[in-house]
């Protein structure tokens, strides 16, 4: 199982940037999908997440509102619509899953069973 994401970038304060995530290796259509964030000095944070099924999505308060997350399963791929972006909104982004459908608010790091290569994400003027 491999999840790659893409699409990071160095982008000024109010911009916009889209990730992208390819998870290979298994049935992508049945599991939900999360994005977290590293940075630096700070310990791994939940983002957002899509289910499977219905996509019903999920959103931390830090980014409610600001971001989208949406799934292609014919492409196999899970995207992240960042918006207004912030100086605080640079980290390291990833993609992972649990290897369930569902997925809420109670994904945590340690939950997750699969990951994969960060994208670099930083918001400076």
């Known amino acids: 199982v491999q999840l790659q994401a893409s699409g990071g970038g160095l982008v000024q304060p109010g911009g916009s940037l889209r990730l992208s995530c390819a998870p290979s290796?298994?049935?992508?259509?049945?599991?939900?999908i999360g994005w977290f964030r590293q940075a630096p000095g700070k310990e791994r944070e939940w983002v957002s997440c899509?289910?499977?099924?219905?996509?019903?999505?999920y959103y931390a308060d830090s980014v409610k509102g600001r971001v989208t997350i949406s799934r292609d399963n014919a492409k196999k791929t899970v995207y992240l619509q960042m918006n207004s972006l912030k100086p605080e909104d640079t980290a390291v982004y990833y993609c992972?899953?649990?290897?369930?459908?569902?997925?809420?608010?109670?994904?945590?790091?340690?939950?997750?069973?699969?990951w994969g290569k960060g994208t670099q994400v930083t918001v400076s003027s």
């Open positions: 992972a899953t649990d290897g369930h459908p569902l997925c809420g608010t109670w994904y945590h790091p340690l939950g997750m069973n699969y």
């Open positions: 290796g298994f049935g992508f259509s049945n599991y939900g």
């Open positions: 899509i289910n499977t099924g219905d996509g019903t999505s």
